[in-house]
Each structure stands twice: as structure tokens, then as C-alpha cells.
């Protein structure tokens, strides 16, 4: 099926004057640097507040361009999503991820998950589900160790086609977590809808924690409902103790953030699971 792509807004800029803007010339440059491998993946860890073992880690893509440096995945995701490439990074992205975690566990010598952004359009591509197979079969990981994070937003262009591939995902035993969760312009009912199993719970709600009265009513009643939803909780964008502390005591059991680990190359994050294993 052919696919209806977003309006773009694209801006002509000439190469020659400096970097450039979310424009033709970036976009350009993407394509390129598919074929000349710039992107990587990073991995953020995800861990438990009480202990602070590492459970998972989040697969966060970067783009190394040999002279604008990083291009913020902010930057160039949006693109992405727009040209349709999304569904050939991302498609990436899922395999090389479910790779990744067979050698972060050996080194871990115990199960951890690996989670990986699936972005609206690519969820709603019809390869999709025969990209996820792919990835499960060649790495050999199982289903439940795999969590697919997607957003409010991703379920609410399609709820019928949504609940399809999610009963679908589920099957592989594959978890789905609710990125940014309380971001977007949706009502609750889509919990009791979908096969959903994580929430996470977005920075800004982390930010100004513990100060932050608002915020820490909204925490509260996000694990709240989690609990009687029977859902997992990880707050995400914790920088201090204060907020670990504050986020522990609210129930919540699950960290992410740059307190207890920001994202990482696959090799540093090796030596922090060995690390792991002495602490
Ligand atoms: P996200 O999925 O909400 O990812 C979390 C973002 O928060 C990441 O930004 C991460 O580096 C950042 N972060 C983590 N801990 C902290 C913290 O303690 N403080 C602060 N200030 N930031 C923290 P990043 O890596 O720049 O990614 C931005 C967004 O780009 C992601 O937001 C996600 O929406 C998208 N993205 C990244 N990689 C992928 C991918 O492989 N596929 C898709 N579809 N989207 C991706
Ligand atoms: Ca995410
Ligand atoms: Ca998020
Ligand atoms: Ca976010």
C-alpha cells in the first residue's frame, strides 16, 4: 500500500552556507549516510531504583556526520518520518538491537531486555510485523525480552489497525510500553483497550521533582493507576538523588535517566554491565 506522507516543509538553502537546517540538503545527507553507516546505536540503561541493577537498556539512535559532528536524533527522526527512510533505520535499528542484547547478557550472565523506539509510520508499514520476526529469528531473542516502545499518538491514527499489530506483537510476547506517557491528546480508555505493559513517564513530569507540587500529584496518580492496571512503571529523565528518592518512595520501580546511566555506545555499556557484576 502506498503510504500518504505529511506535507513537508522543506527550506532551500545552498549547501555553502553553513550547516544546514532541517532542509533539503540534511535530508540529502541522510540518505548518504545510511550508505556510509554514520548511524549508531546508543544505549541508555534502565534500572531498578532500589538496587540499581541494570534490567534493560533503550536503544536511542545516533547520527555521526563527519562534519556537522552529532545530528540530534530530534533533528533527523522527524525527517526520517516524513521520507519514509524511518522504516529502513528503523527496521535497523530492531535487528541490531535484538544482536545487541544477546552479548550484553552473556557478559551480564543474566536475562535483560532491550526496548526500541518504533515510530508511528513504521508502525503502520505493512512490512512491520515481518521486520519484527526478522529481528527475533536472526538474533535468536526471545519475544519477552523485547520491548517495543511506541507513543499516545502512534495508537490513536488507527485504533482498529493498532489493536492488530499490538495482539500481534503480543503473540511474539513482546511487551509494549507507552512512551512519554501522559504527552499526548488521549483519553485512558486505549489502557483498557490495548495489550498494554509499561508506562513511561515522560521528563518534563521528572524535571522539576521533588519541588514541583503538580508534578508529584501527577507521578503519584500515574503509579496509582499503574498499580491496579497492573502495569510497570519507568520514570524517565531522573538527574538527581532527590528524584530517585522521591520517584522510589512513590512506588516507582524502574529509573532512567542520566543519574544511572545517560545513552552510551554498546561497548561502554558492556564494561557498565561487567561493572554491575562486582557492585
Ligand atoms: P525518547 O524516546 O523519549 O528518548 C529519551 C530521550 O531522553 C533521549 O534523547 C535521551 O537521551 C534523553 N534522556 C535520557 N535521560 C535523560 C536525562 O536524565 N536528562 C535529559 N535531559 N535527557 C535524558 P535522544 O537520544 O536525543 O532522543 C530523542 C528522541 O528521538 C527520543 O525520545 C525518540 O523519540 C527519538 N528517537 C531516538 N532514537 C530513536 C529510534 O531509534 N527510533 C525512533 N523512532 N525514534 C528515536
Ligand atoms: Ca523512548
Ligand atoms: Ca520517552
Ligand atoms: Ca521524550
Known amino acids: 500500500a ?4 505529511r506535507a513537508r516543509t522543506v527550506t532551500y538553502s545552498p549547501r555553502d552556507q553553513g550547516p544546514p537546517e532541517h532542509d533539503i540538503s540534511l535530508e540529502a545527507a541522510m540518505f548518504n549516510a545510511v550508505r556510509e553507516g554514520e548511524f549508531q546505536l546508543y544505549y541508555q540503561p534502565i534500572v531498578d531504583a532500589r538496587n540499581r541493577t541494570i534490567e534493560g537498556f533503550e536503544t536511542l539512535m545516533r547520527w555521526k556526520h563527519p562534519t556537522l559532528g552529532m545530528v540530534p536524533p530530534g533533528r533527523f527522526i522527524p525527517i526520517a518520518e516524513t521520507n519514509g527512510l524511518i522504516n529502513l533505520l528503523g527496521a535497523w535499528a530492531l535487528k541490531a538491537a535484538c544482536m545487541q542484547v544477546r552479548q550484553f547478557e552473556e557478559v551480564a550472565g543474566r536475562e535483560l531486555y532491550i526496548s526500541v523506539n518504533i515510530s508511528p509510520r513504521q508502525f503502520r508499514n505493512d512490512k512491520f510485523l515481518a521486520v519484527l520476526d526478522d529481528a ?9 525480552q523485547l520491548v517495543l516502545e511506541i507513543t499516545e499518538g502512534t495508537l490513536m491514527v488507527d485504533p482498529l489497525h493498532a489493536e492488530s499489530v ?15 506517557f501522559g504527552t499526548g491528546y488521549s483519553s485512558l480508555a486505549y489502557l483498557k483497550r490495548f495489550p498494554i505493559s509499561v508506562l513511561k513517564v515522560d521528563r518534563a513530569f521528572v524535571k522539576d521533582l521533588p519541588q514541583a507540587a503538580k508534578d508529584a500529584a501527577i507521578c503519584g496518580a500515574v503509579l496509582d493507576l499503574a498499580r491496579h492496571l497492573d502495569l510497570s512503571v519507568v520514570a524517565e529523565g531522573v538527574e538527581t538523588e532527590e528524584q530517585l528518592a522521591f520517584l522510589d518512595n512513590l512506588g516507582c520501580q524502574y529509573i532512567q535517566g542520566y543519574l544511572t546511566g545517560k545513552p552510551m555506545p554498546a561497548h561502554v555499556a558492556l564494561a557498565a554491565l561487567k561493572e554491575d557484576l562486582y557492585t
Open 166 to 180: 499490538l495482539a500481534r506483537m503480543a503473540e511474539r510476547g513482546a511487551r509494549i510500553a507507552i512512551d512519554d
Open 136 to 144: 527475533l529469528a536472526l538474533s535468536g531473542t526471545p519475544g519477552r
Open 2 to 5: 502506498k503510504e500518504t506522507g
